[in-house]
């Protein structure tokens, strides 16, 4: 790899070694151990889009590398304001820096700013085109929760809800479990946020079991994963804006999946989740629920991004040979209502 810019420019063997990788930088995600590989090394995280935690999640697994971190948030404190091009910029930035992660509200915005240079440029969302690393993480989650439940990825059924029109992280997903194939993936969106035909119709050709269904009504019992997303209303239309109302029927909550899906069924979200009253994203019913993973799922991502940065600064055979304990105090969970396997 030189860039990661979409899914499409992985193939399996890439993404099994960088979930190999990932696996070896557990101990230092998890702050057991320590490791300055990439120090010296300069990241750049320009993010001209709001994110918490795909920005922080980014520069956090940098800095476990030993590398440091420069932040550009906005397009207010940018040169871009001034009106300058991407080409410019990533030129620019490029001889500051040893690696850039952007963000741009723009769909094939970071593609466009990574042909101006040979750094390594890593996508972190292009408006409502693709989020790759969101992907990879949400895969690591996957086989670590399948592992701990002793499944298998091979013939599993993965049920994606919520914004899938607008939901970058669904396209990368979707693409992604294709390479997997044979896998079910069953799609229900509200009306006028349904996944992209032509993106069903490419992973059906690859192999991939794709069923579209029109609410959350029926039996669920045999899906293993359930990915619901939020809605994205800062990118609609006035129009769409106007006629958008969206009920309680494509809300995924505790009594969803104890009436239609099963005890195993884990619960994934890319974050943020709206959790106001009236927004009908993923339910906080659910916090405490063991089968709820988006806290692992974040948590995951600190090992992925870190195995992306290595991988693209070809440091990733170094790690074994450059770890030491940490000398602070971790403790033994992060939230206080971490379900203990």
Sequence with gaps: MSHLLSIDSLSRDDIDHLMRVAAKMEPIAQRRKITRVLEGAVLGNLFFEASTRTRVSFHTAFSRLGGSVCDTTG??????????????????????????????????????????????????????????????????????????????????????????????????????????????????????????????????????????????????????????????????????????????????????????CNDSTIVMHPLPRDSRPDANDLDVDLNGDPRLAIFRQTDNGIPVRMAIFATLLKVEDQIDKDLRDVKWFVPETVGVDDARF
């Design 75 to 260: 397009f207010t404190f940018s040169s871009m304001a001034k009106g300058e091009s991407l080409y410019d910029t990533s030129r620019v930035m490029a001889g500051y820096c040893d690696a850039i992660v952007m963000r741009h509200p723009d769909k094939g915005s970071v593609a466009e700013f990574a042909r101006a240079t040979h750094v390594p440029v890593i996508n972190a969302g292009d408006g409502p085109g693709e989020h790759p690393s969101q992907a990879l993480l949400d895969f690591y989650t996957i086989d670590k929760e399948f592992a701990r439940q002793g499944k298998s990825l091979k013939g599993a059924h993965v049920l994606m809800t919520g914004d899938l029109k607008f939901g970058r992280t669904v396209h990368s997903l979707i693409k992604l479990l294709a390479l997997y194939a044979p896998l079910r993936v069953t799609l229900v969106a509200p009306p006028g946020l349904e996944m992209p035909s032509e993106l069903i119709e490419r992973v059906s050709q690859q192999g991939l079991d794709v069923e579209v269904r029109e609410n959350l009504a029926g039996n669920f019992s045999d899906v293993d994963v359930v990915y619901t997303t939020r809605i994205q209303k800062e990118r609609f239309t006035a129009e769409m804006e106007e006629g958008f109302n969206l009920s309680r029927d494509f809300t995924v909550h505790r009594a969803f999946l104890n009436e239609h």
